[in-house]
């Protein structure tokens, strides 16, 4: 991985040397690879069999997110040192931080919180993050630093969640190694150090998806757990209201589908799939959430459209929808490419995590492996996890928006699973057909590159 990487950044230092980005961007991104590579291979062997596993990567994971932190505040302060102390072309952080001022105004006040977010959002599904950030506002004060410790917080817990997922589905070795994975990858380590919503998104959903898990393989509180999955259906309205269908969909397949020696899961899984249907619906109704739904599933029919266009004028990049539809959804799981070359200013906030797509594009290839053998194992405790993440992708390439990390980055968790699965699996030729992949994507990420160029009459 290691000489995929230093193989593509210099063949764009040397082949477009009036485009080379940053040095400091470069060399760093660079070393957040080094880092990645470097920590997978250390903790792999390390905490093989170290006790404690939970406890150690939980202060391990918060210890690399605040350091997320620290480092992208550094970038934004040499590069975009206006949005300060946001990140790099903050937009929406900013928005979240002054509707979030507004929620704890109105909590201090003792006014609804509703009031002053329908100002400020267009409709009601906008509205969680802002509650939460009004909330830790009016706790500790207006300060932007009390968010990103939380999504630190947040973060770590996830990594945990992770583990315990795939200690579930499958082993403790492929556990260890899906939680280390999601401890370092540099994706969520820079998702984390953001002011959005994504992280807490992440961290939901996997609960989510863990409760899920607990129905399954228990038989005590299975009620219980659907009732906590419900409320978290509840809190996701107001942050994506589309995902809600999603979700209720994965958990619905996973509980139906899944295959156990117990007589008695039969009637029980008839049962809590009832009352996840029955209650999924009373708590959009209650919410008033079902306009909000049909809404939703109206303006995708358009979406890919202007999702396509509204890229075009702000990337200024002429797509054609005809050409690119097939290609977005071919490559939805292994895109976004890196953006490597710095050609104008907008580009800064694109090139500037580079490492991010590295990494991912690179070790695709083992999520491919791990679905593969989900799908020869007949691994039905993964249905959860392995639908959610395919169903989303595919959702999004239909939608134009795939080639966006910050969409992309929910799905991210559940491909680690699959990674740490396909990265645990020996086979003969497995190096071979690696590098095969890798040639693949080395020659996508320069035509990626290229076509970004020659879009703008650069070549």
Known sequence: MMFFTVGILLLHVIAFPDYIMPLPILFGGFGAIIF???GLQYYAQAWERRDSFIYRIFLHSLFYRMLAI?????LTLIYDPANLPMEIGAADSWNYHYSGSLVADALEDGRHVFVPLSGFWKNE??????IVIGFFYFLFGKNILIIKILNAVLGSITVVRIYQITRI???????RLAGIITMLMPALLWFTAFF???????????????????IITQRKFRVIYSLFILCHFGVIFYFRVVLVPLLLTCVLLQIAFYRTSNKNYKISSIFISLLFVIGSFLVMNELGMDKHVEKAIEASKDQFGNELSNTSKQRGISY???????????????????????????QLGIF???QNEIVRNSLYFFVFLGLFNAYKTKNNKILFVGGFAIMYIIILAVSGISFQDRFQILSLPFLIIFMADGIATKYPKRNQHWLSYLTFIFMAILMWNLFKLSNRGLL
């Not at 620290?70 to 550094?74: E, I, M, S």
């Open 169 to 175: 589905s499958y082993d403790e070795t492929r556990a």
């Open 70 to 74: 620290g480092v992208l505040y550094t």
């Open 125 to 130: 599904s906008d509205y969680g993050f802002s």
């Open 36 to 38: 990645f590579v470097a």
């Open 196 to 214: 959005l919503k994504e992280t807490l998104l992440i961290f939901l959903i996997t609960n989510i998806a863990y409760l899920t898990q607990l």
């Open 320 to 346: 054609t929808a005809a050409i690119i539809s097939p290609l977005l959804v071919a490559g939805a799981i292994i895109t976004p490419f890196p953006s490597l070359l710095d050609f104008e200013t907008a």
């Open 352 to 354: 500037s995590h580079f």
